[in-house]
């Protein structure tokens, strides 16, 4: 408790570069204590950064900027909620033509985000899948990290934490045709499946409660 948004994990996966997921309470000095809404909202939805900077896509802002402008409010105040915690980070460091790719995924926003239709099933679905960035590992990406073609939710990209490919989600028989509603409720709220043998899930990036 009380370490929520400190950021600090990093990653160092050459030597020219190294990763640093900031500090996201309102400390002023090494947090958002100092950054405008507006800056949160461009680097949250849009992709850039405080200082103008484009960020990696591993930050899914292209999954967030369908977030709606209420919900982007409602993750902003709630931002400005926690503790204020005083983490001194480094400054991250890219390779120049890593940081030149990333400058072309940044989109800005110029037309407002309505709230999503919650009335239905599947669109208020679609909304949270967005914001769950569930294709992120469940769509297959190409080289230049765009979806592949046809094959939304059909899995295989491999995650190297856990040592396997994300599962096709699709109804078809190699995807979870089988699963009822049950089985899928089960599946995100537990990680396992149930029924006899059955073992449990990795946590894959799903948050398993
Ligand atoms: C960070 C990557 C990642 C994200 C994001 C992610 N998943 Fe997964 N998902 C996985 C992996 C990996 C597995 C396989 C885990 C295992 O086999 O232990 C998995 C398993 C599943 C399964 C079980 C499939 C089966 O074969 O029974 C379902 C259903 C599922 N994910 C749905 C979702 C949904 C819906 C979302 C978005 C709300 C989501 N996942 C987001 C990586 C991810």
Request: hydrophobic share 35%.
């Amino acid at each position: 408790m009380g370490k929520e948004g400190i950021g600090g994990d990093s990653f160092h996966p050459d030597p020219e570069t190294l990763v640093v997921v900031p500090n996201l309470t309102p400390d002023p000095d090494t947090g958002i204590g100092r950054w405008t809404d507006d800056q949160l909202a461009r680097a949250i939805r849009e992709g850039i950064g405080h200082d103008g900077r484009a960020l990696m896509p591993m930050m899914p802002y292209r999954h967030f900027r369908h977030m709606s402008d209420e919900d982007l409010a409602s993750v902003i105040v709630y931002l400005r909620s926690l503790l204020p915690v005083r983490h001194v980070l480094p400054h991250g460091k890219l390779p120049l033509t890593r940081q030149w790719k990333y400058n072309r995924y940044p989109l800005p926003l110029t037309v407002e985000v309505p709230e999503p239709d919650l009335s239905e099933p599947i669109r208020r679905g679609a909304y949270y899948v967005e914001l769950g960035k569930c294709a992120d590992c469940h769509t297959p990406l190409d080289d230049g990290n765009q979806y592949l073609a046809n094959l939304d939710f059909a899995g295989g990209n491999f995650l190297d934490e856990v040592q396997k490919a994300a599962p096709n989600l699709t109804p078809d028989a190699s995807g979870i045709s089988y699963y009822d509603e049950a089985t899928f409720i089960r599946v995100m709220r537990t990680g396992t499946e149930g029924g006899a043998g059955s073992t449990r899930l990795c946590r894959g990036g799903m948050s398993v409660r």
